[in-house]
Structure formats: structure tokens, C-alpha cells
């Protein structure tokens, strides 16, 4: 099955951090997506967050358009 995503590997998304009240950036590393009925789409991704690299999922919704930055 080919589900259609808004990001690509290699494309660069921004979300905002609950955890220190920023907006941070990274290169997508992996799509993962699965989900019954609809899909679950998430971006896995590496960045510096509190001090720390980190790899984070960054769920599609989570991700600001760059048109809003």
C-alpha cells in the first residue's frame, strides 16, 4: 500500500517543543506510517533539544507550515 505523505526523506520540517518553548528544525530521516481505517503518518528525525541529540517522531499535525514561520 502507497500512502501519499506532505513530507519526503530529505525534506526539512519545524514543530514546536513543549518541553523548552521553541521552534525547532530538522531533515527527515524515515516516514513511518500505519493506522486501521486512517493513516498515522510520523517523521522521524534527529535535532539538539534541551542540550541533548535526540531522535524524536514528529507526528504530521505537529509540523508548522513554513508558510506560518
Excluded: Q
Amino acid at each position: 500500500m502507497n500512502i501519499e505523505t506532505k513530507y519526503k526523506v530529505g525534506d526539512i520540517i519545524y514543530w514546536f517543543c513543549d518541553l523548552d518553548n521553541k521552534i525547532h528544525h530538522a531533515e527527515v530521516l524515515f516516514v513511518n506510517y500505519a493506522g486501521a481505517g486512517y493513516p498515522d503518518i510520523n517523521y522521524e528525525v534527529e535535532t539538539v533539544c534541551c542540550g541533548e541529540k535526540k531522535t524524536l517522531f514528529i507526528d504530521e499535525y505537529d509540523i508548522i507550515d513554513t508558510d506560518y514561520l
